[in-house]
T-cell receptor, first 115, second 114 residues
Framework: GENVEQHPSTLSVQEGDSAVIKCTYS??????FPWYKQELGKRPQLIIDIRSNVGEKKDQRIAVTLNKTAKHFSLHITETQPEDSAVYFCAASIDRGSTLGRLYFGRGTQLTVWP | EAQVTQNPRYLITVTGKKLTVTCSQN?????MSWYRQDPGLGLRQIYYSMNVEVTDKGDVPEGYKVSRKEKRNFPLILESPSPNQTSLYFC?????????????FGSGTRLTVV
């Protein structure tokens, strides 16, 4: 099955700086890559996703980039704020039309933004 | 409101006493899944279901059972719980017929087996 690796496991940044979290995947057929944010004591929530036919996607201060050749994708958060502090998970799946594949998760990155 | 509802939120039980964690979604999603979350191990899939009466094992299925008799419900059954099943459990659903393919997660069930 698919293997998703996520780095770093912990990341500390100063408020206003940028944060980058990277994930690699093993199965070149994977074509859907979501990112989830989990605040302390809460459920994971989808924050952004990208499909394999797109190289980059942005939503305000967050962006995701995908390099299919290298089989890696990254989450970029600019102008970080203390409320960005959370655990972030990447994931990958092989979706074929209306048939969804299993979603494989990375182990998560604890992001801490210091004021 | 579109949501995935899990019950109970917290549960303390004793070894060997059968229990069921319920999961229900009101979004008509085809795909449902159970995950357990343990420190340092991320989200590990227990079982998933691609539609009614279609279920399959995830990465850590031992000690768990599921059923999918109706589209909206996907209960997780622990026939004989053991302390190593103490964990935070999440149910999630997704569908290819929505604007995104991402999961919607339930609020989680924190299970302690003593």
């Amino acid at each position: 099955g698919e293997n998703v690796e996520q780095h770093p496991s912990t990341l500390s940044v100063q408020e206003g700086d940028s944060a980058v979290i990277k994930c690699t995947y093993s199965d070149s057929a994977s074509n859907y890559f979501p990112w989830y944010k989990q605040e302390l004591g809460k459920r994971p929530q989808l924050i952004i996703d990208i499909r394999s036919n797109v190289g980059e996607k942005k939503d305000q201060r967050i962006a995701v980039t995908l390099n299919k050749t290298a089989k890696h994708f990254s989450l970029h958060i600019t102008e970080t704020q203390p409320e960005d502090s959370a655990v972030y998970f990447c994931a990958a799946s092989i979706d074929r039309g209306s048939t969804l594949g299993r979603l494989y998760f990375g182990r998560g990155t604890q992001l801490t933004v210091w004021p | 409101e579109a949501q995935v509802t899990q019950n109970p939120r917290y549960l303390i039980t004793v070894t060997g006493k059968k229990l069921t964690v319920t999961c229900s979604q009101n979004m008509n999603h085809e795909y449902m899944s159970w995950y357990r979350q343990d420190p340092g191990l991320g989200l590990r899939q227990i079982y998933y279901s691609m539609n009614v009466e279609v279920t399959d094992k995830g990465d850590v299925p031992e000690g768990y059972k599921v059923s999918r008799k109706e589209k909206r419900n996907f209960p997780l059954i622990l026939e004989s719980p053991s302390p190593n099943q103490t964990s935070l459990y999440f149910c999630a659903s997704r569908s290819p017929f929505t604007n995104n393919y991402g999961y919607t997660f339930g609020s989680g069930t924190r299970l302690t087996v003593v």
